[in-house]
């Protein structure tokens, strides 16, 4: 039988729920502490354009993460299902660098993002440790040039 026409099972129905569910609530915390950030912020320094970036860049990466989750397996992008492990690791980088100041109000929007991918992969039958790898890649990459903007 055709693997298009089979039905999912509950447990995977459970699963895509859960996903759609964790990362939107990822996302919402990300906007509610973007705007703490920049109200509490904004009054001791300047928001532009370092720190406004950054936190577009939580907000956007955010809702690409869930796009990605709610997309992924449907549209045809070849790499669309690592869109999700690239905000784990754009926020990962944010967390870790920003541990001392306002990273550490994003660790929750990190453990959900984590929790909806390794949901997504089991899912989906994707091998964890490389989508892992990706992440860790864009964390990487993303210290890199947080490190490097902020020394201009």
């Known amino acids: 039988m055709n693997s298009l026409l089979q039905r999912p099972t509950r447990l995977a129905q459970v699963s895509r729920v859960l996903e759609i569910g964790l990362s939107g609530i990822g996302v919402v915390i990300s906007i509610v502490n973007c705007i703490v950030v920049w109200q509490v912020v904004s009054s001791y320094q300047p928001m532009f354009p370092l720190p406004a970036l950054y936190l577009f860049e939580l907000i956007a990466g955010g809702v690409i ?3 990605g989750i709610i997309y992924g397996e449907v549209v ?3 790499y669309g299902a ?3 492990w690239v ?12 541990a001392m100041s306002v990273g550490f109000f994003y660790l929750p929007v990190l453990l959900l993002f984590i929790a909806t991918v ?4 089991v899912r989906t ?3 964890i440790v490389l989508d892992f790898g990706v992440a860790g890649v864009v964390a990487l990459v993303q210290a890199g040039i947080m490190l490097v903007v902020i020394q201009i």
């Open 125 to 127: 039958k994707r091998m």
């Open 82 to 84: 690592y869109l999700p």
């Open 118 to 121: 390794i949901l997504f992969d």
């Open 76 to 78: 045809a992008l070849p």
């Open 87 to 98: 905000t784990v690791g754009v926020v990962a980088a944010f967390v870790v660098l920003g």
């Open 65 to 67: 993460g869930w796009l």
